[in-house]
């Protein structure tokens, strides 16, 4: 939706002054390599899932200076003529490697890597970050929550709630690639082919005289597909025996009721009796009021009779954690062909980069097909493979581990070369069916909302060594 | 800037088929009068900041049908031709009232009224509350963390970690509105005119043989304003001491150091002594680390020495309460000429609705112009003045409070009639400084970040007796 604007303004102001820098010191065109990464899973959870890409895609091909871009840049007084006209004729051209949307994602990973002219390496960390991290944020989060549903269906309902419009429509692109069934915004379903769905609110209800003529004027006008909310007045003294008396008057093809307040469990254990009192076993009930997986998990434990649910506000903010804290960190620079690794030092260890060009092979078991590990080496680097691999924990190097009987999978896949798409991009469906298809590959303890068991991520022995020999490099300033 | 586009599909799909449902019963254009308002202030705090009310208008303004749209609602096989007719003449003709962006806002208070054809006013629904929702957390938030600084600079820096392009640019908007100076957004100030602010990152430093180098460079290149990023190795042994060097070599105009990790206190306390040693007094010092109201508040408790802030993701996510609940309720009918107000029942009593066509008055003290009390009163009733006027707690009508020697002023001003725009919209200069003069009337009390007082909010006598006639008559359902 967004895309058909130019938003290569949307960038941090400093990777503007930056560029000019590059441009004044000669630098612009000096090969770079760039990692988008992160640090933590929100919520705690045992893995994350890759979103944002195709967005990513998009605007990489669409970025260029406009005119109004020039003009703006021009007013701050800070940029040369000769810098401005560079950026005129600016072309993307860097080679682009990612993990494809849907898959499961553990921190430290390179989850993209840019090489090209540092200039234009460094011009495209915010746009990166903004898509990346937001999509996968909502896809994490939904997917968390339709794990609780335990294969009832979840559906995306916070439009009203979302951060502007493309938290809105891209909040459901990736909602749906987290496992949701659909979206209540009907644009998602328009440009990006989300079913939408939706039947009525509360003020249909009031606009009538009274509650059954709503029902009944709903059910003579979508006589498929009749969903009826039954909390505007009262869900059991008026809303349920409403709605039951017009399913049993128009007979629709499929029909539910839909509460959106007080108590799930109590609630919908009387309703879903009442209904199977009247015949109505067909009658579906979803619920729609402040769901999370938290609540979700615990009503259907409390057995709750709920078909579906919509979820709003805590699935399309990530409520609980509305941070993905994905970060872009230069990993090394070609300097008269040779290749300089380069690492950010921290205090923190865990914020230490992984230097150097580098890929990233999923460990799978030959026999379950379930994962085993992920490892990092340097591009270049001979694959894992053959008949025994060691792993080797990086923060405690004397947890090893030998793997037999696996395969190894290369996440990062070709995405740009040169600056042109090389990538063909699944459709939305492929990219959901491939995110159920990956997380069945998972661990069932990596699945555990609170403390899951922490997934292998491990570093070649030549990564180790180069980053130690980096990290030792720093210790004396 | 997502302004340009028809958003008219980004709505939840329930307002079109409602909209189809009033139209096939025939009272797509009986008159609606319908309030958007918030249950909830977030993070407990004191009061909240109006803002969206320009992008509502432009929304509105641009409100029709495409016929991209319509062959999208034709595919849905749902809606008759008849309809799908309607929606291509669709014409906005409703009469909108709102509060100013910029002023403080409560709980319960009508934020907008639409009155107009039904399925006008409601389908508005969805992008009216989007839009404010979204803003108004990201204002009251910013607010909240720029009055913790106490009279330092804050600049929003949250671009990478915004819920998509809209949250980034709309974001930087709202927090202007709340108070910061700028944010590092470059399309926000192109498009907005908010000041957008940003020198270096880290990979600045990193892709030069030394940090000295790289401060050298930038300073060269950048003599008027040269802010430098002194943690990429070590603050204290080598960032600061590298910076003063340059500082006193290159003699720039504006001088600062940013620290974006470690101890805040501990590290400007100590750069700063090391900055006034070498003379360098007029070199300032921001901090952009995890930030938010909470940490600002305490780090100038503890004396740190910081002169500005950069606030991320903390700020543009709201990620304390990432959710401004404002909802969107149907108030009254107009039946053959008769106003018949309408009340959503609730079991929770703060969620039942306040009935009818109302205004808002705020009631100021003559001699202190700060705020004594806000008084909804429905459209019609004499607005609150002379000599001595009643207010009463609406939950607890035994607390009573005469008022003398006030004013009112009428908060809900028109911003559409019969659909077109009579509202002349204030410069974002214009509403950011509406918005520090009305925190100024506020009491004292409003402002803590825990626990303030709560403001009044009562009701006119009238609406009272309106509301509880309402509840009574639903008693017996």
Redesign the interface.
Known sequence: ??Q??N?T??????????A???F??D?AN?I?Y?DMFFRKIPDGGGFAIMAGLEQVIDYLENLSFSD??IE?LRGKG?FSEAFLKYLKGFKFECDVWAIPEGTPIFPGEPLITVRGP?MQA?FV??MI???V??QS??ATKANRIVRSAKGRSVME?G?????????????SRAAYIGGCMGT????S??DYGIL?????????V??FDDEYQSFK??AE??P?NCVLLVD???VL??GVPNAIKVFQEKKPVKMGIRID??DVTYLTKKARAMLDEAGLRDCSIVVSNSMDEYIIRDVILEGACIDSFGVG??LI???SE?????V???VA?EKKGKMIP?I????NIE?ITNPGFKEVYRLFDKDTNKVVADVITLNGEEAPGGDCYEIFDPQAVWKRKKIVNFYAKNLLVPIFEKGKCIYDKPSIDEIKDYCQEQIRTLWDELLRFENPQIYYVDLSHDLWEMKHKLIEE?QH?
């Open positions: 939706m967004n058909s604007l938003l303004m949307l960038t941090d102001f400093y990777e503007i002054t930056m000019n820098g590059y004044e010191t630098m000096d770079a760039f109004k871009d703006y800070m540092l460094q960390e915010t970050l903004l898509l991290n937001h944020l909502i309902f439009t009203r709630r979302a951060h502007g419009a493309s938290a809105a429509v891209l909040g209540a915004c009907a644009i379903e328009r939408a769905l939706g039947t009525m609110a509360h003020s249909w009031q606009t004027k709903y006008i979508y498929d505007t007045y009262n003294k008026s307040s007080g506000e805590r903010t990530s409520k509305p941070v993905f804290g994905g872009y960190k230069l620079l380069k950010k030092i921290s205090e914020k720093y300033i």
